[in-house]
């Protein structure tokens, strides 16, 4: 049942991340693979550290609302369900989330 669900979760966060804007998926990527802060990636787009991180902060949401609307079409979950899913595979979406956003990283399986 978990790799079941690690699946139906991965393609769903891969679908997910390919609906984001570019902005959003290069915000994620600078922050959570390059280790950028607020103020850096405020001064890298030329804007305040506060419009840097409601990008940030909209780029997440966007990323959490189109994993669970995908999930939702996939395997019909209630709240309660798609909070345990997530942490079902939450030890896996770190390593998912460096390959689908970092494109020189090898390709990831689903395990």
């Known amino acids: 049942m978990k790799e079941t669900y690690r699946r139906e979760f991965n393609a769903s966060l891969e679908r997910a991340l390919d609906s984001l804007t570019a902005r959003q998926r290069n915000l994620l990527r600078q922050q959570y ?3 950028l802060s607020i103020d850096e990636l405020g001064r890298l787009y030329g804007v305040h550290r506060a419009t840097a991180a409601r990008w940030a902060q909209a780029a997440r949401l966007a990323l959490i609302d ?3 609307q995908i999930l939702d079409e996939r395997l ?3 709240d309660s369900e798609f909070r345990s899913l997530v942490r079902l595979v939450i ?3 770190e390593l998912r989330l460096d390959s689908e956003l ?3 990283a090898d ?3 689903g395990d």
């Open 107 to 109: 390709r990831v399986d």
């Open 91 to 93: 030890s896996q979406l």
């Open 76 to 78: 019909a979950l209630t």
């Open 102 to 104: 970092d494109p020189t």
């Open 66 to 68: 189109a994993t669970r």
């Open 33 to 35: 693979i390059d280790g």
